[in-house]
């Protein structure tokens, strides 16, 4: 019931209005002629296709799920047809290069695309988000024979691509990772092992798979340093079958749609992307727009429960409420009642704050590709310290915020029939893959943070300042000054920054939302009446429920710094 609609005007009004995407766009030869109208027609077109095709296969993706049977799995019914349709339509190859017969549009335009899909269909995007990244892997580190054989169909997304990294005990620290790459006379590898939890490692949506593995040379030296990235296909060139068994998939919690493969690796053969022992680094090149994208899936989850909580909170009735708001609506729906809308409000601040930095975010990662000099470097220190937080804030509020969206239906959130509780299980997941949010926060505090001794977040805030009204900066100052506590502290007491590295990553997520809505609030300097209706009631509650917290978020760190370090061991 009550399919996501794609927020169309909300997307276009944050790229144009909040971030004149086109005008830094024009700054960027490589996308000079891309516009505003461009822009529109891209994203409506995606929506649409978004809401006819990919938002009404969601149930049934969550009750069916996909099967598994003899090793092969099979996707829920409409699945296949509607990924035909996505890959021939060319979306897929939207931000890939013209000449690996891409459309070479800003990747932000690509981000936004999936921002809609996971909202949609979490399950069915699963397949091809994974995509991209494979592309840029291939395209940036294998050989010219393995891109001339398999670039451009990841690129198409005529043939999907896995990620392998997981095993049964090497998850958050990849160093433990056992798979073996033996090297054969003929210059591939016989490549043994068996990876978990790898999404979309069987199915029937394409011809075939294009699997990217890490694993380890027998010479190769323990740790993370010892991992080579390696290359197997489903099937081989010659259409014969490749030694890579799907050998379960995972029950879960949600994601029901999304196979989550055991894969037996039993002397595949596989040729080496990259250069030995460098196999994580080939993986970093797509890692922010990863973490960025998995961000994505959270405001976007969290934009499908709101949207289901604000349609039930105008429809039903229940007490008065107690002080009535402005309007015609009748005083008993629950959308009067000051505890519904604090919890509706609160929400859509926080899709909203978050669009903004997420989209800023994928503007950056284009910068980092096409600029040069000190924008570039910006945009680089800006990902660096952003993604990991945009990740970890975003996917935390998608779980816990889609819960409280589940509230406002009261029981009929608990049952199936609103889909809210598909949204909330669907969404767990994304607080532990592409890294744990506690290794984003420890990757945000231990080492970017600290090791320039707070030299990168100095600038950053900098930035921020520089964009904030007067009254508006003491929580960046305050920010600036926690973390010098934070640097003093840590010298004593290693096992600090462990500690606090999420709520230091939670203050500077606030920090950074704050920013975002006074971005917003500049567009809208002199809102009509239908803005200032739609904007201002979230605009007060993230200053009423959302922001207090960065001043417990600070007590917590405050008193941690005090703590003598004998007392931490
Ligand atoms: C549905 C699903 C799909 C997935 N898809 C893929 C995929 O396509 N490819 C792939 O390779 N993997 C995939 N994964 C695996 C995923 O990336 C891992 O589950 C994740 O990295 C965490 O590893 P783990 O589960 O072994 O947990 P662990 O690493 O064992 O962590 C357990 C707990 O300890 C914490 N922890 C661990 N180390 C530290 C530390 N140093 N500091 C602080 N806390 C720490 C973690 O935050 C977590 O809370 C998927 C997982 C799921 C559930």
Known sequence: MNHYQAPVDDLLFVLQQVLDAPAQWQALPAYAQVDAGLMAQVLQEAAKFVDEVVAPLSRTGDEVGAQ????????????????????????????AAPEDGGQGLPAVLA???????????????????????????????ASDALQSQYLRKVASGEWLATMCLT???AG?????????????????????????????GEHDLTDNIVHLVLARLPDAPAGPKGLSLFLVPKFYPDGSRSEVHCERIEEKMGLHASPTCVMRFDQAVSWLVGEPGKGLAAMFVMMNAARLHVALQGVGLLDAAWQKAHAYAHERRQMRAPVRQAGTEPADLIAQHPA?????????????????????????????????GPAKEAAQR????????????CTHQAFHGGSDCLQVLGGHGYVREWGVEQIVRDARVAMIYEGTNEIQAIDLLVR????????ALGALLDGLLHDLPQAAG????????????????????????????????????LVLLDWAWWRIRRALHNPSPEQAQRWLAPAQALDQWVLPEFEMRCAIITQQCARPASVSV
């Open 172 to 200: 958050s620290d990849l160093g433990l990772v056992r798979t073996k790459a033996v090297a054969q006379p003929d210059g591939s590898f016989a490549l043994s092992g068996t990876k978990i939890f790898i999404s979309g």
């Open 68 to 95: 598994w049977h003899q090793g092969a799995v099979t996707m829920p019914p409409g699945f296949k047809e509607a990924y035909q349709a996505f890959w021939q339509a060319g979306w897929p190859s939207l931000s």
């Open 340 to 372: 519904v809308r604090r919890m509706l409000d609160t929400q859509r601040a926080w899709v909203d704050g978050a669009r903004v930095l997420a989209y800023t975010t994928a503007l950056e990662l284009d910068r980092i590709q096409h600029a040069q």
């Open 111 to 141: 981000q936004v695309l999936y921002e809609m899909l996971s909202a949609a269909n979490h399950g069915w995007t699963m397949a091809p988000g994974l995509l991209h990244g494979a592309y840029e892997c291939i395209k940036h580190h």
């Open 167 to 169: 095993e049964p005990h």
């Open 382 to 393: 800006w990902c660096a310290l952003v993604t990991p937080v945009m990740k970890a804030v």
């Open 448 to 455: 970017k943070v600290l090791p320039d001794g707070g030299m």
């Open 474 to 509: 003491a929580r960046v100052e305050q920010l600036r000054a926690l973390t010098h506590s934070v640097l003093k502290a840590a010298a004593q007491d290693a096992t600090l920054p462990y500690r606090v590295a999420d709520d230091y990553l939670r203050a500077l997520g």
